[in-house]
């Protein structure tokens, strides 16, 4: 299938892929200077996914993402300063600095995290989308996990409710290849996931992850049979992430040949290559959005930077709604 | 004043948070076309339809979650999770997200739901249908835990959880739902999250809560009769500890005893001792008696259920031990 | 697929299927008179299931069951006054009496149970299986589970490892439409057995769980498909449960009308049919069989009824090998 | 004698136990091919191949179960659950098959199985990657649990664990694996579940155990300077509990001081003082004090995360406390 694109959407979708891979290019600089903390998970390598599978939502619609969520937030349009803020662990973090880089939320942007259990978000996704339902409200709830997450039981249950209820949820799979370590082959032992989805009788798509235009053209036409009350779909999107599991990963279970590979089919080398071979953008207007992007950036490290910590006497805040005596 | 059981009194209060307010709705295994386990929400599916009364597979991290989500989302479920038995298969879900959403989002998201789940022994059920994990529960920042011991505050505990902008967790003992008491009109001072004195007593105390609280009454009404004033304190509610009134008729009679049918290691009832231990020392008189489950999984023999499991006769013969009484 | 029994092995069909189904109305009666207490499922309509897959089990292969396992106890050869002691929760029973109706075990039978939470054996089953892998014993581990179970996460998990690993498992989903009260159609997004097979790469067949002969064949080959190394496989079988969930149930989710049309179509009622019109059986050697089963039957109640109770004093035990000081 | 990390220990444990007898396996999430998240089986995939370590997918509670029917089956199985926080989706496996099926079967059968979890906090990983769960696991009969806080119980309890017939859980706190420190050849009286002295004193009794005992060990240090003789006990095994050697060690100084990492409230630490208070209290010259987490799921960053858990200068000021040197 088609879209259709004008030339300053073409750019938006670069420059939102663009913003996402410099975020969190910085954040790897600041996690080496000990500025950021605790796991950093990059997405770096499958912002085709996140930039496009958003794009196609309203603001009425809800996200819930894993703890590689960066890309989910930016493109979702939290606060870039927010998000950098909380990455720092500070009170003028989209989560107060409580949440860090895996438990980013933004409520007033039906951003609901940021989850770092895997396949746990899952069932949430299915009841935010049943209360929709039941308060009638034509609204498609996202949910972004990764291909490892599907050898979960939550994977199982939460298909099996959503399809059974007929809910209005679009699970998109980030298919990378990899959970932490371990490859597809030696974690599924059926791999297609059309297979998969046709046992809890779900429609689903396997589209090129690395493709932003393709993605987008998919959830766009998935998103509208949810809205036209066709139930859940399922959206697997096929990627792969250029860096570590987190910072820690030392990558013993893949190859450099391997990653070289596909640092060539990186989503923003294709798009930009196409961009420029298409005519559609100048080497000026490139460089003039990566200086955007750069000052943006800059302006976010210094928000963070300058933000101040919580106070340590208000640590139980925040447990309950009423705080308990 | 009309007397209902227990099981009636849970399911006029289900039916009443339904037609009070369209944001709430009831979840859960054979809640609806079964009429639940122990048959608390039996009619309610034909008066409120399956959407409300809302039958689920058996998928407990799934549809615990979806509880938790729909919350979020600005419902208000209660979702019935037969027993606490089968609540270990949703523990990730109550804890890495009821429990902990709103202090991860710093403050943006919360989750008001209510979680039901029959508990305890007495059955014969067996060592996986048994349990009594409420110091799991009370263990966990982030959610409330109740245990309604009376037909009183099986009808009206669920408002005050439904009310709570933040998850509850409601202990249905097993051995209480064919309990048939009085039921007075709601009180205008009623407080599911406060402990209450359910006998006044001078020479010990004796806490207890849920599906034991009726035992530490009978071992009271024994004890009266030899002369002993036995205070019998209903905790109620196990998270947040009412501390307050514990120490206050700890401080009054001295002596304490404490039942609870969990194991004995490990058990609320060592909580609530380890607080005695650190707030009300000097004002004991003697040491802090715990009458627990033994430290075994529950057989099935009714001979070997009750000897593994709290029973009058000890909860007598603990009281004797801490007044000094030795036989 | 056809296989051949002597007229013998009808008998023994027969017999062993009524007897299941004699012992099981005996502890009706008992549980009525509160000498069985606690919860009790009876198998009452599905005996077919377990005496057509256990009749192609040898003595080395293991059998995982639920809590409505009293057949497949009395079907794989366990003591008849063990189990009927255990029922009764007497020190004669096959667990001692401490774990009832819903935890019948015998190691020297390897029948491992007697699960009471629904899908909780589905991952030990894949477990044992893997002990037999690993130990290079050629075995078959059966695990039954009513359709109820596939909902449950763990099966998912389950079903992925025995393929990923190429496990020597049985799966026997006993499909008798209900989950105590929930029907099938509410619980299950997608109902073909077959479907959500494919989605595991696993091998599967579905067969009339009334009929023992069309049971027996197909566990059979199943069983040697195993013993090939082919991995594992799922059987369902299609029954229906005459009688109420437990004990306590009052069926208000299905009709009268719906079990009257059952009653004619069980597993007994059929094959005893099939063998006096065939002429395989007289009435008097079914009048025999009866009779020796009544008093089996009677002698297994007066070994449960006299066998003594446990010790109050040995509460303790059994909880560690070692018991603990 | 030669230095290693507790990393190290646990990995030569491991590697020890894997030669030496053909049923044992290792089984997790990533112990294989990516070396362990915390790089403890880094290595051993290449020794004994990948039937031996055995990767698994994401199925928490089927790995775990699959390693209990192996169990059942003759192996001797060690399922690494990456981290306590994800062992709550195994839950079910654990408590209602491991620990329940020798009770259930009359003592037919067992299951000879070793978990081993990475617990605790100081990663700075959040309310969801930050769990100090001991007193679940400590509260259920049928399972063993260990907590190794040096590098020698890290090398040699597992074999302990390894050679018992019943379930044993081992708990690594994330905060010790690379802590280096002499290895000593393995005592004759090596006993994995027992607890330890680790220094004696005679003003009051310090327990603590895991990634705290460090902590404890070094408040005692501090304080030994003003000339308080505080005895550090290591509890080791968390179940059972070696009341014997805290008892004696508490009647002597009568005085005690607990250190804990999980929430305060129905912590492990609640079971030690509860037992002081019911057999030790006349031998008290103090409330007993207990220094744990707060009452709030781990906040991400530093500061907030160390003012969650115990730290050095609360367990001085709760000794102080104790020892009536109020400032
Ligand atoms: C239930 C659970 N088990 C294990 C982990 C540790 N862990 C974090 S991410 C991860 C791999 C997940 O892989 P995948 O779902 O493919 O997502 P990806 O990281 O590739 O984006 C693992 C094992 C976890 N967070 N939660
Ligand atoms: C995990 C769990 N959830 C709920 C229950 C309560 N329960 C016992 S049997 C049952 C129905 C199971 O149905 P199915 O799997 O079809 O088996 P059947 O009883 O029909 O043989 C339920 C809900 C349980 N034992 N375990
Ligand atoms: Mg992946
Ligand atoms: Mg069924």
């Known amino acids: 299938m088609k879209i259709h694109l004008s030339k300053a959407d073409l750019h938006q979708r670069l420059r939102s892929m ?29 912002e085709a996914i996140a930039v496009g599978v958003i794009e196609v939502l309203t603001e009425d619609d809800a996200i819930f993402a894993t703890y590689r969520e960066h890309g989910h937030a930016l493109a979702r349009g939290l606060d870039i300063r927010a998000v950098m803020a909380e990455m720092y662990g500070k009170q003028s973090g989209s989560s107060l600095g409580r949440g860090g880089s895996m438990h980013i939320f ?64 679009l699970f998109v799979c980030e298919n990378n290849g990899y959970a932490m370590g371990t490859s597809l082959d030696r974690s599924e032992s059926e791999m297609s996931v059309a297979t998969k989805a046709a046992s809890y009788g779900m429609a689903s798509r396997s589209v090129d992850g690395m493709n932003v235009i393709e993605v987008e053209a ?53 798009f930009r290559a196409w961009l420029q071979q298409s005519g559609y953008i100048t080497d000026d207007e490139l460089a003039q959005i990566e200086r955007e992007i750069e000052e943006e950036l800059q302006q976010a490290v210094e928000f963070a930077e300058q933000a101040p910590f919580e106070r340590i006497e208000d640590l139980c805040h925040h447990v309950y709604a009423a705080e308990l005596r | 004043m009309d007397k209902i059981s227990y099981r009636e009194a849970i399911r006029e209060a289900i039916r009443e948070a339904l ?23 039996k009619g309610l ?32 479920p209660i979702v019935e999770v037969m027993t606490v038995n089968f609540s270990l298969l949703a523990l990730d879900q109550i804890v890495n997200n009821a429990a902990t959403l709103r202090h991860m989002s710093g403050g943006q998201i919360g989750v008001p739901i209510v979680f039901r789940m029959a508990s305890g022994s007495g059955k014969q059920l067996a060592a996986q249908h048994s349990h009594s994990l409420e ?94 004033g036995v205070e019998v304190v209903d905790l109620r ?58 430290e075994v999984p529950i057989p099935y023999p009714a001979h070997l259920e009750q000897a593994a499991t709290p029973q009058v006769e000890e909860i007598i013969a603990a009281i004797n031990y801490v007044l000094g009484n030795t036989y």
Chains 1, 3 share one sequence.
């Open chain 2, 45 to 76: 599916l034909g008066q409120f339809g399956e959407q409300r009364v809302r039958d689920t597979p058996l998928s407990e991290s799934g549809f615990v979650g979806a509880g938790i989500g729909a919350a979020m989302g600005g419902m208000r």
């Open chain 2, 19 to 41: 037609e009070a307010d369209e944001r709430v709705f009831l979840m859960g295994e054979d809640v609806g076309h079964y009429g639940g386990c122990y048959a608390v929400s």
């Open chain 2, 237 to 294: 509610c196990l998270r947040p500890l009412d501390s307050e009134t514990l120490f206050a008729s700890v401080r009054k009679t001295r002596r304490v005893v404490i039942v609870d049918e969990a194991w004995r290691t490990g058990s609320l009832a060592s909580e609530l001792s380890a607080q005695f231990a650190e707030y009300c020392l000097w004002d004991l008189d003697a040491p802090i008696k715990r009458v627990c489950s033994k």
């Open chain 1, 18 to 46: 663009l913003r996402i891979r410099r975020f969190e290019e910085r954040c790897a600089e600041l996690y080496t200077q000990e500025k950021i903390r605790g796991f950093l998970h990059l997405y770096i390598g499958e």
């Open chain 1, 218 to 270: 998919a959830a766009g036409e998935m998103c509208q049979a949810i809205r036209q009350g066709q139930g859940p779909q399922l959206l697997e999107c096929q990627t792969y992430r250029l860096r570590g599991h987190s910072m820690f990963d030392t990558q013993l279970y893949r190859s450099q040949e391997e990653v070289q590979q596909w640092l060539d089919k990186g989503p923003i080398v294709l």
């Open chain 1, 106 to 169: 933004d409520r007033s942007k039906r951003f609901y995290g940021g989850n770092a259990i895997v396949a746990g978000a899952l069932p949430m996704a299915v009841g935010m989308a049943l209360a929709d339902q039941l308060q009638g409200r034509n609204r498609v709830t996202s949910c972004f996990f990764g291909e490892g997450a599907v050898a979960e039981g939550e994977f199982h249950e939460s298909m099996n409710l959503a399809v059974l209820w007929e809910l209005p949820v």
């Open chain 2, 135 to 228: 110091n799991w529960y009370a263990h966990v920042p982030g959610i409330k835990v109740l245990a309604p011991a009376t037909v009183e505050d099986a009808r009206y505990m669920l408002a005050d959880a439904i009310d709570d902008p933040d998850p509850v967790v409601i202990f249905e003992h097993v051995m209480l739902y064919n309990n048939v008491e009085d039921l007075p009109p709601l009180r205008s001072d009623f407080d599911a999250f406060k402990a209450v004195i359910r006998r006044p007593g001078k020479d010990v105390t004796l806490i207890a809560y849920g599906g034991n609280l009726h035992k530490a009454l009978s071992a009271a009404e024994q004890l009266a009769g030899k002369g002993v």
